[in-house]
């Protein structure tokens, strides 16, 4: 059984930073991408980040660029999403999801989620 927890997520001020984190068990794939996506409400769920275990190549929207960093520990299984510079746009809850390759930044092509964990930034 695949499961994936998020933790990290809180209220900060614009500026501020937050080190999201996913652990993720019961994946047994060798390659796949994992990915962090976000959603606020009243909006589609949108990616934020991805990487892919292979090349360890990784991919950001174009709004976090510069700002959020994704990477991974193999050793622990964990994802995760450092955010920095953080500003009221990207206050959202926020999942991590896993699939095959290759990456994508469309929700809808992942299979495997996380419940979420609430990023919220004030001005």
């Known amino acids: 059984q695949v499961q994936l927890v998020e933790s990290g997520g809180g209220s900060v001020q614009a500026g501020g930073s937050l080190r999201l984190s996913c652990a993720v068990s019961?994946?047994?794939?060798?390659?796949?991408?994992m990915g962090w996506f976000r959603q606020a409400p009243g909006n589609e769920r949108e990616g934020v980040a991805g990487?892919?275990?292979?090349?360890?190549?990784?991919y950001y929207a174009d709004s976090v660029k510069g700002r959020f960093t994704i990477s991974q520990d193999n050793t622990k299984n964990t994802l995760y999403l450092q955010m920095n510079s953080l500003k009221p746009e990207d206050s959202a809850m926020y999942y991590c999801?896993?699939?095959?390759?290759?990456?994508?930044?469309?929700?809808?092509?992942?299979?495997?989620w996380g419940q979420g964990t609430q990023v919220s930034v004030s001005s």
């Open positions: 999801a896993v699939r095959g390759t290759p990456c994508s930044p469309r929700a809808s092509n992942y299979q495997y």
């Open positions: 990487i892919y275990s292979g090349t360890g190549t990784t």
């Open positions: 019961g994946y047994t794939y060798r390659n796949y991408c």
